[in-house]
């Protein structure tokens, strides 16, 4: 008889095990900022296969863009890397997080216009 609640109640308990292993144990800080790096690490080479992946099945949309419209739309493309590399120094105050949010949503729409444009008939 499968009893989804105690694979659930397992589970929990593996990761409080493992959290009580970060707190307790000798360099569990260290462990732990080891694996979050690993992971952020995996987590961008995803991204970028995957926008790998996109840039080439959309190569012929790119190349019929003007020169002036693909210049835009790799600025703004480098805009939102920017804003991911500079996350941390521009979300520690009010006026940054700002700014920050500012630049994606306006990179986000130039790149939505841009689409928009080159799928129009």
Same mark, same amino acid.
Do not use: C, Q
């Given at each position: 008889?499968? $009893? @989804?609640?105690?694979?659930? !109640? $397992?589970?929990? =308990? %593996? %990761?409080? *095990? /493992? =959290? *009580?292993?970060? #707190? /307790? +144990? @000798? &360099? &569990?800080?260290?462990?732990?900022?080891?694996?979050?790096?690993? +992971? #952020? !690490?995996?987590?961008?080479?995803?991204? &970028?296969? #995957?926008?790998?992946? +996109?840039? $080439? $099945?959309?190569?012929l949309t790119l190349a019929t863009l003007s020169d002036s419209r693909r210049g835009v739309l790799f600025a703004a493309v480098a805009a939102i890397v920017l804003m991911f590399v500079a996350a941390d120094e521009m979300l520690e105050s009010g006026l940054g997080a700002l700014a920050w949010i500012a630049v994606l949503v306006a990179a986000g729409m130039t790149i939505y216009t841009i689409w928009r444009e080159a799928h129009s008939y």
């Open positions: 008889m499968d $009893r @989804p609640w105690l694979k659930a !109640l $397992r589970n929990i =308990a %593996i %990761i409080a *095990l /493992v =959290a *009580l292993g970060v #707190t /307790v +144990l @000798p &360099g &569990g800080d260290n462990a732990a900022e080891a694996v979050l790096a690993a +992971l #952020t !690490l995996t987590f961008a080479i995803a991204i &970028g296969l #995957t926008l790998h992946v +996109l840039y $080439r $099945r959309s190569d």
